[in-house]
DNA sequence: GCGGATCAC
DNA sequence: TATGGTGATCCGC
């Protein structure tokens, strides 16, 4: 007997792409309404570049794999004598026991807020220039870094080149980027922030995390009377607008700041059943980690919003590898991290430069790239101590495919841009020729000069290692003063934590249009060439698609445009005949698709997606039969061994299918909570490309 | 240790 | 005509 524990055939993927061309992942403020217009001119412009034939490629693996990972979704129930209901059962159970204990840890005692700038940019640059008050405007040249959100009302949004921009707004004016002047402003509102908590952390330049329990205290101030004050006193000190959200934890904080964007504040209730009836309703795409990608993969089992992983707890189970349980239950329950403190600069792993060009083929052009690169490298290497022992080049095709190729030493690198463009051009020179859009370098296995030199003798032996050193000691003891005088005391950036890190490019770096034009192409051909790339990889222990990259593949060389063109015709020459992936089928509601495929779960546990009333006296432990799972506690044992073992090899199975889709590991880690940890306590005190500017 | 992939900002 | 840069981590090898 076999079981589905997957719902592929349910949801089309063609379906979910364009669904999300309106969908919930566009929720910016000030959108414009009608995004399938908006969708169709974007298309339009994109038709046709190589650009849109990569992201086109990107799709159809990413269907693939999703494909094939819900084929390998079955489960051998014959070792079991008892019927799959029962198996289903005791999944709930046990999930439910994981329930219980989450809840158990839940801890609603601090005030979280996560504080983020109204289209910073944009705003900073109405300031410097009030011509701009009211004229649909954009930040950027070549790629938009952001736009006001006059433009954003024509569908023009960060990410999204100029030239796509002007086709949806012909008046758009479009100024360039002044990241000096962001850095600048950043600093004073995050100095204003800082004064609600000395140990915020700054999220990038627009945004940041602050635990205002103690303040609130301190000034008998209700959470959203000192929010209010704040970002009053934002406005008054800079004429500029943040919103805000107020929760328990950074990631409801996070969700809650979108929610009265622009210029204004939401305020969670600090109450359990409030919590998990405001996630139940979040699409997963607001859940920090989860990305288009992962917002695909599972959509294709069925789960849209975070209510959505309640009632499909028992596939999530049996593809924990896959869909990372923890998290997702976590997120359920609007469970996370409420620990809120500065980025240190050990935290720092690599330091790198990288540069996009209009394509390039000549190698002496390349080289000349690269050692660009590798000047720039030097610099921030200098410029914040570091040093490492790998050394990691990234090249893009000017079909967007992207490489890395590294090289590791038992020494520390020179950071002398000599020798980083020497070992880098070691690296590129065995992939040539080529034609190349982007250079990178990178290193990692970092090691702090400042620490070292601290924890060894001081400022004094700091001074002379400083001369002894291979870089200029003038060069270090100015932009040392820089950053002491920017308030920094010593190494740890616990103050200025930001003062370097320059802001990410983009506001946000969504750009689900591209996903959505793609969603339409998938109507005709594409759809059809899935299965049989998917049925590629039975039929050795390797999953290779066509179009994949091989593990340590050499790039093409002097591929010709056509190449990938070529392996997709090849692939739907193979391809079985069409199945039923792209079928579009009536989309019935969630827990339907849940009843077809769990024959009595339903009854057993309750596939809908429980009342916030309902699951609460279930975590409780209480008596709602969801909950008496009727094999835990007798038999169960036997059977849980057993079970056990299947899971397991289960999860092997998926092992060697070399899923590509998976969680971050922050989402997977067990124990710990989710938390954007990652974000949130990431400092990147060095270096920044637009510091280097100045 | 390396390379591909995903994600956040 | 034309689609970014920095950093982190996971997985399979």
Known sequence: ????????????????????????????AGLAKDQTEINRVIAEASKGSKFYEARTNICMISK????????????????????????????????????????????????????????????????????????????????????SYEARKFGVRSGMPSFIAKKLCPDLVVVANNFHRYTEVSRQVMDIFRRYDPNMCAAGCDEGYLNITRYCNEHQLAANDCVQQMRDMVRAETKLTVSAGIAPNK????????????????????????????????????????????????????IKTCGDIYSHRATLSLMDKQFGLNFLL????????????????????????????????????????????????EHDMERGDWTGKTLTLKFKLDTYQAFTRAKSFTRWISTKKEDLFMIGKELLMPELPLTLRLIGLRVTKLKDLRADVQSAAGGIKRFFESAQSNSSPRKKRRLNADEEQAGDEGPSLTQD???????????????????????????????????????????????????????????????????????????????????????????????????????????????????????????????????????????????????????????????????????????????????????????RPEGIRGDTDF
């Open 1 to 28: 007997m076999w079981l589905r524990v997957a719902t592929s055939q349910t949801i089309p993927e063609s379906e979910t792409l364009v669904r999300r061309l309106a969908g919930p992942s566009t929720t910016k």
């Open 64 to 147: 693939a794999s999703i494909s094939e990972m819900l084929n390998k979704g079955w489960i051998n129930l014959s070792v079991f004598p008892f019927m799959d209901i029962v198996i289903i059962a005791h999944i709930c159970c046990h999930d439910t026991r994981k329930l219980v204990k989450l809840e158990a840890q839940r801890d609603l005692s601090q005030i979280i807020v996560h504080v983020d700038m109204d289209a910073f940019y944009a705003s900073v640059e109405l300031l410097d220039d009030p011509t701009l008050d009211g004229k649909p405007f954009g930040v950027g040249h070549g790629v938009l870094t952001t736009a």
């Open 251 to 302: 990631m409801l904080a996070k969700i809650c700041s979108d929610k009265n964007k622009p210029n204004g504040q939401f305020k969670l209730e600090f109450d359990s059943c409030a919590i998990k009836a405001f996630m139940r309703n979040m699409s997963i795409r607001k859940l920090p980690g989860v990305g288009r990608v992962n917002e695909r993969l599972l959509e294709s089992i069925g």
């Open 330 to 377: 976590q997120a359920y329950l609007g469970i996370a991290s409420n620990v809120v403190q500065p980025g240190q600069r050990e935290e720092r792993k690599s330091i790198g430069a990288e540069r996009t060009f209009s394509p390039i083929g000549d190698q002496a052009k390349i080289l000349a790239k690269l050692e660009e690169v590798a000047t720039e490298l």
């Open 497 to 683: 934590g930001f003062e370097d890190a320059m802001p990410g490019y983009h506001e946000h770096a969504d750009s689900d249009e591209l996903d959505a034009q793609i969603g339409q192409l998938d109507h005709s051909p594409l759809s059809s060439a899935l299965p049989g790339m998917t049925t590629s990889s039975e039929h050795d222990g390797q999953s290779q698609f066509s179009l994949q990259k091989q593990p340590h593949a050499r790039p093409p060389h002097s591929a010709p445009a056509s190449s990938q063109n070529t392996a997709v015709a090849s692939s739907s020459r193979v391809a079985k005949p069409v199945s039923t992936i792209s079928n579009p089928k009536p989309q019935s509601a969630c827990h339907t698709t849940s009843n077809s495929f769990y024959p009595g779960l339903a009854a057993t546990v309750g596939a809908e997606v429980p009342a916030v009333g309902a699951t609460d006296t279930a975590l409780s432990g209480g008596s709602v039969q969801a909950q008496t799972c009727p094999i835990c506690g007798k038999t169960i044992d036997v059977d849980n061994r057993e079970f056990n073992d299947t899971l397991t090899s289960v999860s092997a199975r998926k092992r060697s299918g070399k899923l590509k889709f998976l969680l971050p590991y922050s989402h997977r880690r067990e124990g710990t909570s989710l938390t954007h940890e990652r974000q949130l306590l990431k400092e």
